[in-house]
Every structure is written in C-alpha cells, then in structure tokens.
C-alpha cells in the first residue's frame, strides 16, 4: 500500500517562501502523477498543481507564476514563493499510478493521499 508523507510545512511571512516535499518511503513515485491539493479553513480543497509521469505540469490561476511542482528521484515538490495569507491552508499531495502518461488531473479522483502539512501565511 503506498503511503505518501508531506512535509516543508510552517509559518511564513507574506511573501515568503516554502518548500512542501512528498516522499513514499519504500516505494518510488516514477510512475505515479502527482497532485497537491490544498484546503483551507472554510473551505473546499481544492487542487494547486500537478505533476505527470512525463514531468506535464498544470496550476490553477491564484498560484501560477508563484508555484513550480518538480520531481527527482521518489520526491515530489512544491515549490512557494510570493506566498499571501490566502495560501494558508494544509496541503496534501496525492498519487495515482499513471505509468507513461503525460497526464494529470486537479479532480481528487487519486487513490492515495498523505496526512497534509499546515502552511500559514501571516506577519
């Protein structure tokens, strides 16, 4: 069963910047795309930004040209920067096996998902 594990979360002042990981110790994420999704209080989740088998990105349009999702190796990351009190949220990333597809989807249909990290943005 593969377990995804998040973490980079913290408190960060706007403007600031962040780095969220996703890792799945014991298995590699080669194969898997990857979304991060985030929910903030009040809120539904919502989907930031994926990431295909082939390396094929998407971002909604609050976070692009701030966040930038990559991947080495089993790692997965989301990078933040320009971050605003409105990203406050827990993120989650998100895995569904995909091998060879350049695809990836923000729709919460993955099959597997970590326990989140709490970002706050505030001064």
């Known amino acids: ?4 594990v ?3 979360g913290g408190l960060v002042q706007p403007g ?9 110790p ?29 390396r094929g990105t998407n971002y909604v349009d609050p976070v692009k040209g701030r966040f930038n ?13 320009s971050l605003k ?11 569904d096996w995909k091998p060879r597809s350049p695809m990836c989807t923000m729709q919460p249909q993955y099959p597997y998902w970590g326990q989140g990290t709490q970002v706050t943005v505030s001064s």
């Open 16 to 24: 600031g910047s962040l780095r969220l990981s996703c890792t799945a």
């Open 1 to 4: 069963q593969l377990q995804l």
């Open 69 to 81: 999702v990559s991947r080495f190796k089993n790692t997965v990351y989301l990078q933040m920067n």
């Open 26 to 54: 014991g298995f590699g994420l080669d194969d898997y795309a990857i979304t991060w999704f985030r929910r903030a209080p009040g809120k539904e989740r919502e989907g930031v930004a994926c990431i295909s088998v082939t």
């Open 6 to 8: 998040e973490s980079g």
């Open 85 to 95: 009190p409105e990203d406050t949220a827990v993120y989650y990333c998100a895995a």
